[in-house]
């Protein structure tokens, strides 16, 4: 099981200190927290996409291609890339690119944004939503699979005889994750091409997001890919911890109350009692995180929200050395005690590399088995 | 064997006891009326929109209802037919009123029969159902019955006679239209659209 962190890159003011960063300090602590990621021992490190403010990440490859030359072991994945208002021939270039210089560890996660007016900022209409994820997607694997490539689709200019360079690292592409909240298309076209779901889980009552992941987890089966039970699934979830429960509590909750997403809707007490959000001692966050198991079965990628809010980075970097020291190894340990043998680990360049290989041996093999059987 | 028809009522007055509940009661009592002369069983739930206010908040500010909330939202959905009133404010439906429609799924009351009605101060205010309660159920393609029940201050004194003929004008137009066959609601999830579809949409 994979464990990681995900940032949103807000810049949002400190509701404590009232201080607001500047988006060079912002962009500096971002990295901050991806390198300290990969020092405690966490398997991924995934950055948001958005293009106005109060948000800094609008470049995820230049941050992703900056902080994998700084780093050697943490996969780097992104929450979300907008297949919708993104060419998906230059998310194929990108990727790959990126791919390359870190030498594979790299994943992604469509998305399809959830600021209205990027679409017109990028020249499309929101109501083809769902429409560019499709089309748009379907081109992207082209893209990385084919070499050439004649294509002709309704939102993008044609292709005729087109390369897209570089090409993929070991000719296998990056593994892909579709996040969504509440779309059954994006389920299915998850389930479709056997790639992986991710529901950001955080924010929404469990029930909510169990429908979707359970669908997807059907349509998987449906497709052939293998049992529901076998689909790639990834949540987020978002922890606040201290030693004492109640003093994490109180150290959270001017950042809960002034939050751009919690501020002025429930309490702190029944936002955690209605979703994920899990705000105590390291011991009260190992046992909620392992409810999510039960919610919605064995999963394979488990992404939490480190820095947001305006907390401040000493208090950002302290909550990242519970999670690796007391969190994570609990977890890593539960969870794979309890995980039955046939369920599968999110895949990965080595693990699609090695599956590639195997394929292209298999295929050399059988002409040679094949002329066996006809000298018989 | 006739299937019992459900009935849900809204109301968004403010106060405890309010005329606009005073209204609501009386619609539902005609509907009651009608639909035991007719021999149709049927149950009833109210919804004062008062003791939902908070939870409509936090809907609108979280995206999802609470478990009480959710649950009300189910019975309107599954209602056969729909009696929503309202105070007049401003020259429209009060602002409680309105949240509960914002949050309603707005697919929700497609074909659904709806008896409007409102109350206020005087009867300068009676085109509200007609200029404000019309056009919302309009565009969220209710069927709303073309009776709406507006009752002034005045209406609960000298004028109730003449209410009353309203109320029971509306009540028979609701029940008719509770006779009419309305499609069910649609569950993606369950009726799956094909990723070839999709591909190919």
């Not at chain 1, 990440?57 to 993104?86: D, E, H």
């Not at chain 2, 209204?23 to 035991?36: I, K």
Request: no cysteine; net charge negative.
């Amino acid at each position: 099981m994979q464990f990681g962190v995900f940032t949103v890159g807000d810049v949002t003011k400190d509701p404590v200190s009232g201080r607001t960063l500047s988006e060079a300090e912002r962009i500096q602590q971002i990295v901050t927290v991806a390198l300290k990621a990969e020092e405690i021992g966490l398997d991924v490190f995934a950055t948001g996409e958005h293009h106005n403010p109060p948000f800094v990440p609008s470049s995820p490859t230049t941050l992703l291609g900056f902080i994998a030359a700084k780093t050697s072991n943490i996969l780097l994945s992104t929450s979300t890339t907008l297949i919708t208002t993104n060419d998906p021939v230059k998310i194929a270039e990108d990727y790959a690119m990126l791919q390359h210089l870190a030498d594979g560890r790299v994943d992604l996660m469509m998305g399809r944004g959830n600021t209205g007016p990027v679409y017109p900022w990028f020249g499309q209409d929101i109501r083809d939503g769902i429409a560019l994820a499709i089309e748009n997607y379907a081109l992207l694997r082209r893209l990385w699979r084919e070499d050439v490539v004649s294509w002709e689709g309704k939102f993008r200019t044609p292709l005729e005889g087109f390369t897209s360079t570089p090409r993929p690292l070991d000719g296998v592409p990056p593994f892909v994750w579709h996040g969504s909240i509440r779309s059954p298309e994006i389920a299915e076209q998850a389930a479709y091409y056997g790639d992986g779901f991710f529901h950001n889980n955080i924010f929404w009552p469990a029930e909510h997001t169990a429908r979707l992941v359970n669908y997807y987890r059907q349509r998987f089966e449906h497709y052939g890919h293998g049992a529901a039970d076998q689909a790639i699934v990834g949540l987020g979830g978002q922890v606040f911890m201290r030693k004492n429960s109640q003093d994490a509590r109180t150290e959270y909750r001017p950042y809960f109350d002034h939050s751009p997403i919690y501020g002025g809707g429930p309490s702190m007490e029944d936002t955690m009692e209605q979703t994920p959000l899990s705000v105590g001692s390291p011991q009260e966050i190992i046992e909620r995180t392992l409810t999510f198991r039960e919610k919605f079965g064995d999963y394979q990628r488990q992404l939490f929200i480190a820095d947001h809010a305006g907390l401040p980075l000493k208090t950002v970097l302290e909550q990242m050395d519970i999670l690796g020291e007391e969190v994570v190894p609990v977890l890593r340990k539960e969870f794979d005690s309890l995980r039955p043998a046939h369920v599968p680990e999110a895949p990965t360049h080595a693990s699609l590399k090695a599956a590639a290989d195997r394929a292209q041996a298999l295929e050399t093999v059988s002409p040679v088995v094949a002329g066996i059987e006809e000298t018989k | 064997m006739t299937t019992e028809r459900k009935i849900a009522v809204v109301s968004a007055g403010l106060t405890t006891p309010s005329s606009t509940r005073l209204l609501a009661d009386q619609l539902t009592a005609a509907v009651r009326d009608n639909l035991d002369g007719r021999g149709t069983p049927y149950q009833v739930r109210v919804f004062e929109l008062r003791d939902l206010a908070h939870d409509l908040t936090n809907n609108l500010l979280t995206g999802f209802p609470s478990k009480e909330l959710g649950e009300v939202l189910e019975y309107v959905v599954q209602a056969d037919a729909l009696i929503a009133v309202t105070p007049t404010f401003s020259a429209s439906y009060n602002g409680l009123f309105k949240m509960f429609f914002d949050v309603l799924d707005d697919k929700a009351l497609v074909g659904k029969p709806v008896l409007i009605g409102a109350t206020g101060g005087t009867e300068r205010h009676s085109l509200v159902l007609d200029y404000a309660l019309r056009p919302l159920f309009a565009y969220l393609q209710a069927v709303v019955v073309p009776t709406g029940v507006y009752a002034a201050s005045s209406d609960w004194g000298p004028h109730a006679v003449a209410l009353r003929s309203r109320v029971e004008r509306a009540a028979l137009e609701l029940v008719d239209a509770m006779s009419n066959a309305r499609p069910a609601p649609v569950d993606p999830y369950a009726n799956p659209v094909p990723f070839e579809d999709l591909l190919n949409g």
